[in-house]
C-alpha cells in the first residue's frame, strides 16, 4: 500500500531546506512512515518539525557543509531537496541573482552529487522541488525563476545520469503553498484574490499536500517514475 504505517520503516532520509515550510511538511510526513529522518537548514525553524525528526544545521551553497553533512551518513534511501530562497524585486541585481541560484539550483546539484554514492548502494530515490515557475517566469523573481526551471531540467538529467545506479530522479513542482516564503502574498488582498480564483480548488495548498506528493515519489508504488516534474498546484497552470 501506497500509505502504509510502516512503508519506510529502515530507510534513512534527508530533507534540506527542511526546518519549516514545505520541507517541515516533508520531513514530518516521511517520519511518520517510520523513516529516520535528518531535517537540515541554516536555522532551527520555527518549530514545525516532529520531534523525531533529527535536525543538523547546513547551507546548501557551502561545499564544506554539504560535505561533512553527507559524510556523517553510512548510508542514504531518500533525499528530497527542499532548500530554497527567494527575493522578490531584488532579483534583477546581479549578486542577488547568483545567490538565488547558488542556493536553489546548484545547492541542489551539491547535495545530489554528493548523495550518489550512498544512493546508489542502496537503489535511493531523490525528489526535488521544481516550481510552477519552472513553467512560466516571474518578472519580480527572474533568478527563482530561472533556478526552478533549472531544477527541472537537472532533475530530468540526473534521472538519465543515475538510472544506471538504480536511483530515482524526480521533483514536484508546489503552487501556492502557504508557508513563510508566501506570507507576504497570503497578507495582501489584491494578490491573494486573483491567485485564488486562478486555483481551481480555490484555496492555498498547504505543506502537507506537497508532503503526500512527495511520499509517493519515494514510495515503491512509483517504482518505474524517474524523471518527472509533478505539479502539486491545484490546478492552477491549467486553469
Not at 161 to 174: F, K, S
Request: proline fraction near 4%; hydrophobic fraction near 50%.
Amino acid at each position: 500500500m501506497t500509505f502504509e504505517s510502516n512503508l519506510f520503516a529502515g530507510k534513512r532520509a534527508l530533507v534540506t531546506g527542511a526546518t519549516q515550510g514545505i520541507g517541515a511538511g516533508v520531513a514530518n510526513r516521511l517520519a511518520s512512515l517510520g523513516a529516520r529522518v535528518t531535517a537540515t537548514g541554516i536555522d532551527r525553524g520555527d518549530g514545525s518539525l516532529d520531534g523525531a525528526v533529527d535536525v543538523q544545521l547546513a547551507d546548501v551553497s557551502k561545499d564544506a557543509d554539504v560535505a561533512a553533512l553527507i559524510g556523517g551518513f553510512d548510508g542514504l534511501d531518500i533525499v528530497v531537496n527542499c532548500a530554497g530562497i527567494i527575493r522578490r524585486g531584488a532579483e534583477h541585481e546581479i549578486e542577488v541573482f547568483a545567490q538565488v541560484l547558488d542556493v536553489n539550483l546548484t545547492g541542489t546539484m551539491r547535495i545530489c552529487s554528493a548523495a550518489r554514492p550512498l544512493l546508489a548502494a542502496r537503489k535511493g530515490v531523490i525528489v526535488n522541488t521544481a516550481s510552477m515557475l519552472s513553467f512560466f517566469g516571474g518578472s519580480l523573481v527572474p533568478g527563482y525563476a530561472a533556478s526552478k526551471g533549472g531544477v527541472a531540467q537537472l532533475t530530468k538529467s540526473l534521472a538519465l545520469a543515475y538510472a544506471a545506479d538504480g536511483i530515482r530522479v524526480n521533483a514536484v513542482a508546489p503552487g501556492w503553498i502557504a508557508t513563510p516564503l508566501t506570507q507576504a502574498l497570503q497578507d495582501d488582498p489584491v494578490r491573494a484574490g486573483p491567485i485564488l480564483q486562478r486555483t481551481a480548488l480555490g484555496r492555498w495548498g498547504k505543506p502537507e499536500d506537497v508532503a503526500q506528493a512527495v511520499a509517493f515519489l519515494c514510495a515503491p508504488a512509483a517504482a518505474f517514475i524517474t524523471g518527472v516534474i509533478l505539479p502539486v498546484d491545484g490546478g492552477y497552470m491549467v486553469s
